[in-house]
């Protein structure tokens, strides 16, 4: 043992967190353990030292206080799904939905990587929180890295710190378990990357990237992968949903959860403003999460979701006043970017902000933008992202820390789908909702490395982030099937195009006009017509005053495209049966009818 690398007096009485310590710093050798307390005092340090190293960049410090830019390595910029892995003793608990490794493999490879990676650094030991720290919904675990960017994200992003650890140790010594993250960004090499889960042994290990999908483990990671297989033994569940609330003129609050794939919307909509007259009229729009939702039935059978991260992590290209002045306004002081650009006078630049001219891109090389648009790039990473605390959101919600959390009125599912898909519509039931849901297909985005623009099935937005097999997945969620007050299900699609292939639908604060129509019909008192996949609104059904829609536009919006659908409920039927006799029945036969009734 490197008597050097272990403390003699960790900082905890939890056994299990002492020996696991002791452990990855035999394996990985660090100079220096630092026990992380979450304090202002180690992050200033911290920072301090990374901006002497580079690794931190200073922003003007009048127009951003306390804002840092970030420039990764450019081959380490976007979650890479075709290096993570879901290690589980079964390869069919896995499922085709991901790639699957033995765990003794696994953990084999994984530890030959980390084999010393950490000599010459110091090895981070952060313990966070997802969700309140006084709530029964939240869940710990343990990040070990040797990157003092994760430790400052982390720490944005999560409850990190003394109270998380005083918690796992109150747990553990119960016989809790907490979750352990194994991290280092080793050499940034691509061909020495891996991001690989334990489900049954609720572990991380994730080598080589230091991008935030990758290596804020609370994240992906832990509060989807492990925590969505946590929720099926455990009765409740983890997704990649934004929750809002949406108070309405007589002052009732509905809240929504809503899933849509990466970069296709959730941050937008999660700070929706309203539009002027909705405004005008009391209408009020609270965030309570992003990104990430876990949910569970309270006794009156109505789901309560709480949002288990604490800041945001969100795409900063397209981010203006126009399309989000709230996150805007979040992100004036108090914040990390990564690979944006940078102006002259030293201010965070990305393609869409409002004004401003980049001098320089996001990997530090000078920009000229008099430069023809098409041999110069974009100055910001398209997945460019910024970290900054969620309370620093002007439409936070106090609810947000409600240990209790927020009982959920509809669950939205939703895609780029240029074709097809109409604006709204609502499932007839929980089993159709969760076809609904299943059957989500979306257009690729930079939000992950590979090609952009391709329709995949992305079930529910969680094709990258479920850790088990989507047959068992989609049965879990059919299982809270009988339970009365469960949330209506509804699929939208903000991105239909025209002829033109230009956007029909105005989208951003005008989404407020579906929401207030799904409202509507929680509550019973709103039109729609009757199709086989679902309630479709006409156009009166919805608030459009002040939008202007042309023929083609209310077409496609409110539209029903019979043989369109009978083709698409034919590759949903295709999709189902990748899964073979895992599939539930229920779901066969649930897409069975439907496309019965569209004639196919
Ligand atoms: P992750 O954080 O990666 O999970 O993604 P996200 O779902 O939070 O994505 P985000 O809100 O950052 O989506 C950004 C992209 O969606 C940008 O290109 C926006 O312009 C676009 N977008 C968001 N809302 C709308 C909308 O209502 N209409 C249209 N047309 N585009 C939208
Ligand atoms: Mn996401
Ligand atoms: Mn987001």
Redesign the pocket.
């Known amino acids: 043992m490197n008597a050097i690398a272990v403390p003699q007096h960790p900082p905890t009485r939890l056994d299990e967190l002492k020996q696991w310590v002791e452990d990855v710093a035999r394996l990985t050798r660090p100079d220096a353990i630092h026990w992380c307390d979450g304090s202002d005092a180690e992050n200033a340090a911290l920072i301090a030292n990374m901006q002497a190293d580079g690794t931190l960049i200073k922003l003007n410090e009048k127009t951003h206080p306390d804002s840092w830019l970030h420039r990764s390595h450019p081959d380490d910029v976007a979650r890479v799904e075709h290096l993570t892995f879901v290690c589980t003793r079964h390869a069919d608990d896995a499922g085709p939905n991901n790639h699957w490794m033995a765990p003794d493999e696994g953990h084999a490879q994984m530890d030959a990587l980390f084999d010393g990676c950490m000599r010459g650094r110091t090895m981070y030991v952060i313990p966070y929180c997802m969700g309140p720290i006084d709530s029964p919904l939240s869940r710990c675990g343990v990040e070990i890295t040797d990157s003092p960017y994760v430790v400052a994200n982390m720490r944005i992003m999560t409850r990190m710190g003394a109270a998380a650890l005083a918690r796992i140790e109150r747990e553990g010594l119960a016989g809790g378990a907490f979750v352990k993250g194994l991290h280092s960004i080793g050499e940034l090499d691509p061909n020495r990357r891996f991001i690989m889960h334990f489900p049954e042994e609720l572990t991380i290990k994730s080598y080589g990237s230091g991008y935030g999908?990758n290596a804020l483990l609370g994240k992906k990671c832990h509060a989807l992968r492990i925590a969505s297989y946590q929720a099926r033994s455990e009765g409740w569940l983890a997704e990649?949903m934004?929750i809002l609330g949406v108070e309405n003129p007589q002052g009732e609050t509905h809240y929504i959860a809503a899933a849509?794939?990466?970069?296709?919307?959730?941050?937008?909509?999660?700070m929706l403003i309203p539009p002027e007259g909705y405004r005008r009229d009391g209408w009020k729009v609270t965030t309570i999460g992003?990104?990430i939702c876990w949910m569970r039935p309270g006794a009156d059978g109505r789901l309560y979701a709480i949002n288990p991260e604490a800041g945001?992590?969100?795409?900063a290209?397209?981010?203006s006043s126009k399309?989000?002045p709230n996150a805007l306004a979040t992100i004036q002081n108090n914040t990390i970017f990564t690979n944006v650009g940078l102006t002259a006078d030293g201010q965070p630049w990305w393609e869409?902000l409002d004004g401003g001219v980049p001098a320089y891109d996001w990997r530090g090389h000078e920009y000229d933008s008099s430069a023809p648009a098409s041999s110069r790039g974009p100055a910001a990473h398209p997945?460019a992202?910024f970290t900054v605390s969620a309370k620093q959101c002007p439409s936070y919600s106090p609810m947000a820390e409600h240990p209790q959390g927020v009982p959920i009125s509809a669950i939205v599912f939703g895609g780029?789908r240029a074709s097809l898909v109409p604006l709204v519509f609502e499932a007839r039931d929980w089993t159709h909702g969760v076809l609904v849901g299943a059957a989500m297909g979306s257009e690729t985005?930079a939000?992950a490395t590979g090609a952009v623009g391709v329709m995949r099935r992305d079930p529910m937005?969680m094709k990258p982030f479920c850790g088990y097999n989507f047959a068992d997945y989609f049965a879990h969620w059919l299982s809270f099937g009988d339970v009365a007050g469960l949330p209506k299900i509804f699929h939208v699609n903000?991105?239909r195009k025209g002829d033109d292939g230009k956007?029909l639908?105005?989208?951003?604060g005008?989404?407020l006009r579906v929401i207030e129509w799904m409202i509507a019909r929680v509550k019973g008192d709103a039109g729609a017509q009757d199709t086989p996949i679902g309630a479709l609104p006409h156009a009166h059904d919805l608030n459009l005053d002040g939008v202007d829609l042309g023929d083609e536009a209310r077409a496609k919006l409110f539209g029903f495209d019979e043989a369109g659908w009978r083709e698409e409920f034919a590759g949903i039927g295709e999709f189902l049966d990748e899964y073979g006799p895992r599939m539930p029945a229920a779901l066969k036969a649930e897409q069975a009818r439907i496309l019965a009734e569209l004639g196919g």
């Open positions: 999908g990649h934004l849509f794939p990466s970069a296709c919307g959730k941050t937008n909509l999660a992003d990104d945001f992590f969100g795409v290209p397209g981010t399309s989000n869409g997945n992202r780029r985005t939000a937005a903000w991105f956007f639908w105005p989208g951003f005008d989404n």
